[in-house]
């Protein structure tokens, strides 16, 4: 079975059984705790969704942005990464806050830093249970532009001293839009922590708690349930490259090839 089936499983299992609810930005049709995603990235696949185009630079320049511990919106506007434009505005800064970036870096008052905290487990300590991040820090939610969907929890896991296994718990799932990001996000980010700690990428799990579809996004979901989905493309960090730390990496560390996709498919976004 291609492994994007089980997302587009989903996809079809929240049109046909999700609870129609009104929230905050719209009606949704949404599942509770449907069964997790799972990708093995041992294969050299990048797991991006190939029944519609996902931007692997967005996706890219947003996880770097994440992983230096930055929060204005600038820096990836340099870039030509627009995915966060939305939030700044409604935010009414072009800083938002102590998001993703500050929660991976500078977490709490401590200013803890959760990626070198768990880096140094894994090499130091790699059966450790207590190799976990979370973006959920309550006592700054309130100044965030928005509280964390995704990264709520994240588990990593050396799996007989060879593989790195990662396991994310993701409060809120925009399914349609949001999650192609968070699945080839958290896989890049599963291939970076395996190469900072001399391992091999594992597998990558994704529990959901609210997953859900727009109202806006129906009609566009239902087209791309007609179309076939291709293997996913193959993923390499170039031989030459040596890092310690994610956030060293440059888009040109990586090379994909094969991505072969369906053509760009859209989804209006919903703040």
């Known amino acids: 079975m291609v492994e994007e089936n089980y997302y587009l499983n989903l996809i079809e299992q929240i049109l046909e059984t999700g609870e129609k609810r009104s929230t905050r930005n719209g009606f949704v049709k949404t599942v509770f705790a449907p069964p997790p995603l799972q990708f093995d990235l041992s294969t050299g696949h990048l797991p991006i969704l190939t029944t519609k185009k996902v931007s692997f630079r967005n996706v890219f320049f947003e996880l770097s942005w994440f992983m230096q511990g930055r929060t204005d919106v600038k820096w990836l506007q340099e870039r030509g990464v627009k995915i966060w434009d939305g939030n700044a505005k409604t935010h009414g800064s072009g800083d938002l806050g102590p998001i993703y970036g500050q929660q991976f ?73 949001g999650l192609p990001y968070n699945i080839t996000s958290y896989s890049l980010m599963l291939l970076m922590f395996a190469h900072c700690s001399e391992l091999k990428p594992g597998l990558l799990t994704i529990t959901l708690g609210d997953a859900h579809v727009y109202e806006a996004h129906v009609d566009p979901a239902r087209e791309q349930l007609e179309r076939s989905p291709n293997p996913f493309p193959q993923i390499r960090i170039r031989e030459s490259v040596q890092k310690t730390d994610p956030a060293e990496f440059s888009i040109d560390d990586f090379v994909l090839t094969d991505y072969k996709h369906c053509g760009v498919l859209k989804y209006d976004f919903v703040v």
Not at 117 to 129: A, G, W
Request: proline letters at 7%; a negative charge.
């Open 105 to 177: 870096r500078k977490s709490g008052p401590k200013e803890v830093d959760q990626v070198q905290y768990c880096l140094d487990l894994i090499r130091n300590d790699p059966q450790s249970r207590r190799i976990v991040m979370s973006m959920w820090n309550p006592s700054d939610l309130q100044d965030m532009a928005l509280p964390p969907c995704h990264g709520t929890v994240i588990q990593f896991f050396v799996r007989s001293d060879e593989f790195l296994d990662l396991h994310m718990y993701q409060r809120s799932a925009d399914v349609c839009l």
